[in-house]
Nanobody, 120 residues
């Protein structure tokens, strides 16, 4: 089991950028496909982006494709999400998770998330 701690969220104006990080504990981080998910108030948690265990494959939700970039550094046990051209509809709590099935089925173990608020 990998334990996950998300960080890097905050308040940003529309059109701005943020970089989220997900620090993973456990020696098996590099063997997991990983993903980012988000949950807006009153909404279901939704898939945002995924990256394969070696970083060679990525997948994105249509709503963020071309604006967000997922990456990972297995040597640092860290997952990233670079978010550019942010919109008010990107406001949500963002979570990272290991994937049970590519590209968008998460495991059952969630971190605390990091809040992203985009002001228009």
């Amino acid at each position: 089991q990998v334990q996950l701690v998300e960080s890097g969220g905050g308040l940003v104006q529309a059109g701005g950028s943020l970089r989220l990080s997900c620090a993973a504990s456990g020696r098996r981080f590099s063997s997991y496909d990983m993903g980012w998910f988000r949950q807006a108030p009153g909404e279901e948690r939704e898939f945002v982006a995924a990256i394969s265990w070696r970083g060679g494959n990525t997948a994105y939700a249509d709503s963020v494709s071309g604006r967000f970039t997922i990456s990972r550094d297995n040597a640092k046990n860290t997952l990233y999400l670079q978010m550019n051209s942010l919109k008010s509809e990107d406001t949500a709590v963002y979570y990272c998770n290991a994937l049970n099935h590519w590209p968008s089925l998460p495991s059952d173990y969630w971190g605390q998330g990091t809040q992203v608020t985009v002001s228009s």
